[in-house]
């Protein structure tokens, strides 16, 4: 592209008539709430938008009941009262243990559920928009939660972590995008790294409750820490019902009123407020309509079209590398621990110094994101954690070595952190800046549907890779992992495109001329160059009107 600054298509321009004075109006508008959506600075920013991030924030949490359950689940797997209650007996490990054939069951079963959710969202939340369908998810949690407290076996157990995974599925891209479309772009990457923030919270919450049961006897040793799941859906519900709509989803829905009311709720009360209000709605309906030209029907089909189709690309790969990079691990930190020659408390302890990274990491990201762009700091994660899973893979040969063991339990912790400092969180802007505003929703869910069949796959192999009952390779399970990571590695350094400091309408206009993943942070992009014309031409008309009447 060398020095050359895009600029929109005449196709993309088709939906906007130059001789109708409210369309140059809008213009007006929206390049005014451009223009000073880029000048903000991320302090300034906090101050105006206090009420958006709350908001955001706020609706983030609920994927705090998603981390809780995966690590309950997995964990459960090497708790002794579970093992006791639901356990067979392995000629091959000489005692009783949840079988292979079952993690992977039981940890399917959520991912099913999860899919199921993800469809249901691409659909209720662009018809109903976010809250109503938060709502009435949080309703339908309320109600599942009952038939995993009172499994009498495994796979009622299974059927009741698939009832609770389709809330799980619609709040995972609810949060995200809902997130995304309430605070400005400076603040975009903070409150979207949030989201896995919770999702830490959720792990390290649900380490810190198997830990305690760990000395309690009997079924209430894993029934109680499903019981406490009740205490987030009312609160949530509570919260959902009194939380502004997302301005973006609003004009989307073709109700700009309840757009203006969603701004007029999100933003600190200043002498400007109406003004920017305006200017801001401007915005989003110019963006929309160009985002017209490209999506005319919002379909999911949409999402495999021209542009789009890259864009749906990146969303699935930086998905599904979460889990290729070597996170299934950690997901199982407690059994690969153990099959690594830990005791049981022992890995339970470990676990939760692995789950305190999920916030410390967080709030490490939030530091990094200012000074380095979105990708580099992605890729910079997956190549430390490949060397982080070769070293535990080759680790996994000195088998009943203690020195070897306490190496592994470091470099676990280390690669979570690295983790959650670099493609745990950096994953949630990425996914919510890369699709157009119309396809964002089925874009991501269409990610995440991807990121859950991965897991699926993960949830299949890892357990058996792990598992002395089964074809226990142990630590050496690392090595697996350290080759999916470096195929994701690769994939980025050609296919991802680095989005930082850019507005969802030059995301778009860069993804419209297919500017090379490389040359995104360089190319320069004027969204208005086009319809300044029009502005132009009416001043001038408006300019001989005066001479005339004069």
């Avoid at 609920?62 to 309950?72: A, P, Q, R, T």
């Avoid at 990079?325 to 690594?340: D, P, Q, R, T, W």
């Avoid at 990708?375 to 040969?397: Q, R, W």
């Avoid at 195929?487 to 309408?505: H, Q, S």
């Amino acid at each position: 592209m060398g020095n050359e600054t895009l600029v929109p298509s005449e196709n993309e321009l088709k939906n906007f008539n130059p001789g109708n004075p409210d369309v140059v109006e809008l213009i007006r508008h929206a390049q005014e709430s451009d223009a000073a959506d880029r000048l903000l600075t991320v302090r300034q920013a906090l101050s105006k938008y206090k009420k958006a991030v709350f908001w955001a924030m706020f609706l983030s949490t609920s994927l705090i009941m998603e981390g809780y359950d995966l690590v309950i689940i997995t964990s459960f797997y090497g708790q002794s009262q579970f093992i006791e209650r639901f356990g067979e007996f392995s000629d091959k490990a000489g005692k009783k243990v949840i079988t292979a054939a079952w993690q992977s069951g039981l940890s399917n079963s959520s991912m099913v559920g999860q899919l199921t959710g993800l469809l249901l969202n691409a659909y209720a939340q662009d018809r109903f928009g976010c809250r109503p369908t938060m709502m009435f998810f949080m309703a339908w949690m309320a109600l599942m939660i009952f038939i995993p407290v009172f499994a009498p076996s495994l796979p009622i157990l299974a059927w009741g972590e698939a009832m609770c995974g389709v809330s799980w599925g619609v709040f995972q891209t609810l949060s995200t995008t809902y997130a995304s479309e309430v605070v400005p772009t400076v603040l975009r990457p903070y409150v979207t790294a949030y989201v896995c923030m919770c999702w830490g919270a959720g792990i390290l919450l649900s380490s810190g409750v198997v830990r305690a049961v760990a000395g309690i006897e009997g079924d209430l040793g894993w029934r109680l820490p499903f019981v406490l799941q009740w205490v987030w859906p009312i609160p949530l519900f509570i919260g959902a019902y009194l939380a502004p709509e997302s301005p973006w989803n609003a004009v989307r829905r073709g109700k700009v009123d309840l757009a203006r009311k969603g701004l007029r709720r999100l933003r600190q009360d200043t002498p400007e407020k109406e003004r920017e209000i305006e200017a801001t709605l401007a915005y989003i309906q110019h963006t929309t309509k160009l985002e017209q030209a490209e999506t005319e029907n919002a379909s999911f089909l949409e999402c495999f079209k021209g542009t789009n189709l890259r864009r749906t690309e990146i969303n699935c790969v930086v998905w599904a590398a979460q889990t290729l990079s070597g996170n299934a691990i950690l997901g199982y930190s407690v059994v690969f621990l153990e099959a690594a020659g830990f005791t049981e408390l022992q890995a339970f302890d470990v676990n939760i110094s692995l789950s305190a990274c999920y916030i410390i990491g967080g709030v490490i990201c939030w530091l990094l994101f200012p000074h380095f762009g979105r990708a580099t700091i992605y890729m910079s994660g997956l190549s430390f954690m490949f060397v982080c899973m070769v070293i535990i893979g080759g680790l996994g040969y000195a088998e009943g070595n203690k020195e070897a063991q306490l190496a592994i339990g470091i470099l676990l912790v280390i690669c979570t952190l690295c983790n959650m400092i670099t493609v745990g969180p950096v994953c949630y802007p990425i996914v919510a800046e890369t699709p157009s505003g119309r396809l964002r929703y089925k874009t991501i869910v269409i990610g995440r549907f991807v990121y859950n069949l991965t897991g699926i796959f993960s949830n299949s192999l890892t357990p058996r890779m792990i598992a002395a009952s089964a074809w226990n390779w142990g630590a050496k399970t690392g090595l697996f992992y350290a080759g999916t990571n470096l195929l994701c590695n690769i994939w980025c350094w050609f296919r991802l495109p680095e989005t930082k400091d850019r507005t969802f309408g030059e995301i778009d206009l860069l993804f419209h001329h297919r500017v090379h993943a490389r040359k995104f942070k360089y190319t320069k992009v004027d969204q208005f160059a086009h319809q300044r014309e029009y502005i132009s031409k009416e001043e001038e008309g408006n300019m001989g009107t005066a001479e005339h009447i004069a």
